[in-house]
């Protein structure tokens, strides 16, 4: 049964599957639309697995799939499809989310970690690059010939059968239904005539100006033999984002969806037992039970302070709300209780 969408306020097209804690974000790989999603078992399969760790918010950026004409009068940037994200996040009464991205839509999910911090419990990126054209990586893995002869493609029609897919799903080789499943998503996504803005914006830009910025906890796991994006693409974006988690898994599939998606899964798995997400049991924000866990830690006020970019006062407001959902009155009873860790 299709997952009903819904739009917002301005028209970007949304939806959501399963239930519970945590929130996590879905931003896909490349330019994909959310009605691609179902159309290919595989897919289908890896987005019900990640909707039975919480509830899965999933949404099309402006000018792709079911949210094309949205924005149509402005350029796009990196920063619109940020604000995309905290739209449908708003829709559905989510504070913040753990945002999965795959692949190129890495790219997205760092600026919305970057341009609204409180937004992202954390960043899980799958496959991701830091940006495909992006200095000596344009050359680690095949990756960028393939988008960019796709690029060149952009015509009255999307071209049947692209190029590519054995280095894109290796484990499938050319396997007809994978490859008419690309050729739909690609025209689900919108008209080639008038997509080049959207295409570029998904596959030509880089964090460069972000990367820097982002301060959730994050997990960057590779498939050690991807030819499309080498890992040295994971390596690099684990380096620039700040104690980002590096993992590197057996497997050449670049697709995160295609292949042993068991380890990719269980990644993630391992990665959310080690967080603070399920302090939402205690009624806790993401940035409150990070204060919570400094204080544990041993530090003071103006070291927490310091450590998270939040003046003093700001921090000791954050500390009375912790206190006050944990049931007690001070620092020592806080350290000593027993949630939410």
Known sequence: MRS????????????????????????????????????????LRFVEDLASLGRLVTFDRRGIGASVGVGDSDPWQLSDWADDAVEA???????????????????????????????????????????????PLARRGEGLRYIEFLRGTLRDEWIADPPGQEILAPSLGRDPQFSAWLTEAFRLAGDPRRFLPAFDLALRSDVRSYVAQVRAPTLVAHRRDNRWFSADHGRVLARTIEDARYLELPGADHAPYIGDTSQMLDAIRWFLAG????????????????????????????????????????????LQHVYRKLGVTNRTAAVTSRGPF
């Open 275 to 318: 967080l603070d997400v399920e302090a939402a049991r205690t009624g806790l924000t993401s940035r409150q039970a990070e204060m919570l866990e400094l204080v544990r830690a041993g530090l003071r006020d103006k070291e927490i302070a310091a450590r998270a970019g939040l003046s003093p006062r700001t921090v000791q407001k954050h």
């Open 89 to 135: 996040l708003d829709a559905v009464g989510c504070p913040d989310a753990v945002v999965v991205a795959l692949a190129e839509g890495a790219i997205t999910a760092v600026a919305l970690a970057a341009r609204h911090p409180t937004r992202v419990a954390a960043l899980v990126l799958l496959n991701a690059t830091p940006g495909p054209t992006l200095g």
């Open 4 to 43: 009903p969408t819904w739009r917002t306020a301005t028209g970007i097209a949304y939806g959501t599957r399963g239930s519970g804690r945590p929130d996590l974000l879905f931003i896909p790989d490349g330019f994909l639309p959310m009605a691609s999603f179902e159309r290919l078992p595989q897919y």
